[in-house]
């Protein structure tokens, strides 16, 4: 038992440095930019609150425990924008490799089999097939979306992003797991865009 | 339904400004002051991580849930320090009614029944009678601590407080839901508050 509390210990002063790892988006008054504790801690009331939006089947608790976690990686390899190098840097293979060697690292600080559990849970977010990992992944789209809105355009306008490459990058995973959720959001995000010109 | 899911994005969008509201505990580096919307992230982690060491018949979705909306009331108050005004601050009357009447506008953003659980949920955490609200109350007296040791002192320096304060104010309520847990936080504090004398 102390060396599985130590253990735990060892995790939890570990992941405050997620704390550290900035995001392209802003908070809500555009006073700095949003990180990743803060990011991941609003995703999981958006799993409670919208529960009632998710597809048949999904286990709400097991959503909350992946978006608490899902972030914890960027401790490594940092937060890399949906946004950056024209929406192409988020999926390449370099950083799939390095967030690998992250999620072993620190789900590795953890006793098995809790470790492994949420290890596992990581896995499945970033795999994004199974039903649970599909509407967590639609929230993860969803909220910066509507950060950037109510920030006054926040990545948006560093990236010089269209409404169509929203769409692209963003609704489209949001209308995989939430499709009532992305009409309403693309609802209020187009009279901002259209604004810009 | 529109009006079901224009409430309850009314609610995240509110729930955006707890990132604004700064803490007495400054963040790991001590780089700058921990935010309460982080803060409840690392909660809901503490709760998932230490679950083996909840007394017998908690629900840790309970207890995730309770701490993820358990500052909420912060918004329209802030953050009232553990070691403010020489520990009295925190459970003041003046304060505790502040905090019913934020809960009641906040939680009264979404739809019921929703928005009642969550009120509920926030009571009861406040009251800390029920088993799930001595565990949430247990982590969120414990992370600071743990956190103002990571960060060289934190709001033990600013408040200049003793190891006896720290036990009275903070120790009793980790010990009523995780005793072994207070044991291990004391071990590893002690050190500090002995060399500084
Ligand atoms: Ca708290």
């Given at each position: ?21 900035t ?11 949003e ?26 608790f ?7 976690i899902?972030d ?19 999926d ?11 999620a ?28 649970d ?32 490459q ?30 810009r010109?």
């Amino acid at each position: 038992m102390p060396q599985t509390l130590d253990q735990q210990m060892a995790f939890l002063a570990e992941i405050e440095k997620l704390k550290s790892v900035t995001r392209a988006t802003p908070i809500h008054d555009a006073s700095r930019p949003e990180n990743s504790a803060e990011h991941s801690w609003t995703l999981a009331l958006y799993a409670v609150i919208l529960a009632d939006q998710a597809p048949a089947g999904v286990d709400i608790f097991r959503v909350v425990r992946m978006l608490l976690i899902h972030d914890l990686v960027e401790i490594d390899v940092g937060d890399v924008p949906i946004h950056s190098q024209n929406g192409t840097a988020h999926d390449s293979t370099a950083i799939q490799e390095a967030e690998a060697a992250a999620a072993a690292r620190i789900f590795g600080l953890l006793p098995k089999p809790l470790g492994d559990d949420l290890h596992a849970l990581w896995t499945e977010f970033e795999a994004h097939e199974t039903p649970d990992a599909i509407y967590a992944k639609s929230l993860d789209r969803a909220q910066p979306v509507l950060l950037n809105l109510q920030a006054g355009g926040g990545s948006w306008i560093d990236y010089d992003v269209t409404l169509a490459q929203v769409e692209e990058r963003v609704g489209t995973k949001v209308a995989r797991g939430l499709p009532a959720l992305w009409d309403w959001v693309r609802a209020r995000i187009t009279p901002w865009f259209e604004a810009r010109g």
